[in-house]
Nanobody
Framework: QVDFVQSGGGLAHPGGSLTLSCVAS????????IQWYRQGPPTQRELVAS???????NYADSVKGRFTISRDNPKMTVTLQMNNLKPEDTAVYYC?????????WGQGTPVTVSS
């Protein structure tokens, strides 16, 4: 059984930091592109950051300079470090792994940024 299990998130004040983790199992993790999406009402799910198998990263303009995505292939883990959080970052965050036709999603982790 393939699993993408998320952890982290929670409540932060504006300007604060949170870390999200996504741990995979039972896949050839090093081949996968891993992405973080978020969905906050009333918006559609949007792509926040991605990291390719080779380590190339991309970010949405709204999070550039504040969020950092990284991966640890031996631990089959991807981390999203979120700094200088803003209220508009409030959303449920999802990790997604893709390789060829294989796609898996994490269960979602709520992040709330509020004073």
């Amino acid at each position: 059984q393939v699993d993408f299990v998320q952890s982290g998130g929670g409540l932060a004040h504006p300007g604060g930091s949170l870390t999200l983790s996504c741990v995979a199992s039972n896949i050839r993790f090093a081949f996968y592109t891993i992405q973080w999406y978020r969905q906050g009402p009333p918006t559609q799910r949007e792509l926040v950051a991605s990291i390719a198998a080779g380590g190339t990263t991309n970010y949405a303009d709204s999070v550039k300079g504040r969020f950092t995505i990284s991966r640890d292939n031996p631990k089959m883990t991807v981390t999203l470090q979120m700094n200088n959080l803003k209220p508009e970052d409030t959303a449920v965050y999802y990790c997604k792994g893709t390789w060829i036709t294989n796609t898996y999603w994490g269960q979602g982790t709520p992040v709330t940024v509020s004073s």
